[in-house]
């Protein structure tokens, strides 16, 4: 995610970024959220940073980048 954003206080990570040529809305990482029973996800965003060592799921949709 492109944009300026916001960083926790006292560990410095970050908590969300805004969307570069979406306004209004945010991007949060989902390891945002330290709860187990959080969803997993349904499809994957950006997909063309992905790191070449993590593997998607089998069957779940996928964009390479955001179409306009």
């Excluded at 330290?34 to 994957?44: A, M, Q, V």
């Amino acid at each position: 995610m492109e944009g300026d954003g916001g960083f926790c206080p006292t560990c410095c990570s970050g908590m969300f970024r805004y969307v570069a040529d979406m306004t209004g809305l945010i991007g949060i990482p989902a390891g945002t959220f330290k709860d187990p029973s959080f969803p997993p996800p349904n499809r994957f965003y950006w997909t063309v940073h992905q790191h070449h060592w993590l593997p998607l799921p089998d069957g779940l949709p996928s964009m390479e980048k955001m179409q306009a």
